[in-house]
């Protein structure tokens, strides 16, 4: 939509929408800017500020929530920034996916780490590796570790794999856990 840098073209398509809308679009910022290292504080404050500034008497960012941009992040995201809306729209199939489940659902997958990681392979696809992995990591952090790069993955798969005890394991976050415990 438009031209523009992605925050533009996402403020253009919000700035129709109802003021819940537009904060629900502000959430999905703050997710998507959270796990970028190579994304200073400020700037993530400045971002999401765009976003609030649509939303007449904006509420604030939670204290806690905000001193969350000051932990730096989990990646950098250099090579993925060109992949931004694609990362939104993940996020976005991501909720959805977890709003699709009934409470009891709900509550068990974002209890279960290895539940939500399965949320997560069927709402990710090639493109959103990386933030797939990040927002595992950020929700799991003792099961799931900060390596999101793909190809950082599969190098310290490839390195391992021939254990039996790793290449036993059914998928790639099982292999690293189980590398990890090595």
Known sequence: VGSGSWLDKLEAQLEVLSADEILLGAELVFVLLLPQSDTQAAKKREQLSRVLALVPD???VPERLDAAFDGGGVANFSTAKSWTPALLR???RLAVRLK???EPQREAVLSD???FRDIVAEVRTST???MANAIKHELFPD??????SPSQRDQLIRTFDKLSDVADEPDSDRKITRIVEL
Request: hydrophobic share 60%.
């Open 100 to 102: 699709e489940l009934n």
């Open 90 to 92: 993940f996020i976005i």
């Open 58 to 60: 904006a509420p604030s």
């Open 113 to 115: 780490a290895w539940a």
């Open 143 to 148: 099961f799931f570790e900060s390596i999101i």
């Open 128 to 130: 959103d590796q990386m």
